[in-house]
């Protein structure tokens, strides 16, 4: 599959030259996009990556360091030593406390070491990261560079729809084997803070009463278990679930994040994904007879022939049916991929047959058909991941496809800014040779068994 323009590698690693093996720090690794041309200089994006070093930083110190510097924090905080939590990314290491660590002192003025104060004044120690800014700031990439500078074996990435997911589901099983005791969700927390001590949570949104509710007591969890977590977000604290249903049940865990995180405020610059010049004929409206002749036409003209077939492709048991296919371009209708019981799994199978889909008949995203904007936000984010071309025949320009009311909106709008971006013409670069989707292959038919010379039977 090719890789979008403008999107880093799956994996900074150090030159081949180099005497280590090790992976870059989050920083060097972005530089060294820049200088390739893989990334494009963003104001934003830099303060991401600078807030995001410093915290790998913190982390790459000796964990007897580490727990001094949490715990000098935490007594500055409980007597109101430290500041309110700056919106500016913080920089940690001071020389003063390192001089401090290294010759020792006396105690302090709470009763703690003179050491322990010096560690809380430099540090204004937060161990978590929540960043938060406009589409097409560069937050995902930035979070990328972090968690692979970590690698798989200290963090998690997770898309934050998936990890709650995952949680209801969790404590769904629960219930159904008659093991609810306790505080479930924190059950699955601590279960999570086993698998490993960093998470990172991509897309943070709370839009239902029931993540409202539960993810307080899942980050209080986490924190305590000693567990870093980075968070992006489209959203500053104060407009989470602004507008929800006993919002006030949530109030707490903003100010828990307010608390216990660092916040980045990355609301500078302009979205990335709109610079590019749009090729205008990748996304047509509306639905009448001259916008499906010049899909079809479209069409055709990508694919090389005027008609493809129909495929059938399996992942782990279930099938995904594409009506038209030719090579690696395929033709469906919103309908079926959309109004079908499908998830990201079968979208990312998708994604790894095609290099171009096209998708007809795609209506305006209200609140009547919320469940299929829902599916079709998913998978355009996992097309434009693995750098697949869309073209769109729809009700609707790209800008006013989406009508859902104002809180139900901050999801959507990555999904209008990268569909804005899969237009241009610097992302519909050339894809890369690959082979064709093969269709699954159906079971031949066992041979019938024949009679041997001496009456008995003989597999031919």
Known sequence: MRQRSGFPPPSFRANEGSMTSQPQSPLDAYESALASGELRPQVAQRRAVEALEDLYRELSLPPAIQKRRRDAAARARRQGATAKASQQP??????????????????????????????????????????????????????????????????????????????????HARREKGDARGDTAARFARAQAKRAKVLCFDEFFVNNIADATLLGRVLTVLIDEGVTVVITSNQPLAELYLGGLKRELFLPTIALIEEEFSVVNLDHGQDYRLTGVADTEAWLQPLDDRSARLFRGLFEREAGRREGQPLQLSLLGRSLEVPEAVGRTALFRFADLCEAPLGRDDFQLLAQSFDRVFIDEIPVIRYANRESGERFRVMIDVLYEAGTCVYGRAEAPIGELIRLEEHEMPPFLRTESRLVEMQSLAYRQPAKAQPEPQPTPKSKPKAKPRKSANGGSKQA
């Open 90 to 171: 913080v920089r940690r290491g001071g020389l003063l406390g390192w001089l401090v660590v290294l010759f020792g002192g006396g105690r302090g003025s709470d009763g703690g070491s003179a050491e322990d104060e010096a560690l809380a004044r430099e540090a204004n120690f937060a161990r978590s990261l929540y960043l938060f800014g406009p589409v097409g700031r560069g937050k995902t990439t930035a979070m990328d560079l972090f968690y692979e500078a970590l690698g798989p074996k200290k963090a998690q990435r997770r898309h934050f729809h998936e990890f709650m997911s995952e949680l209801h589901a969790d404590i």
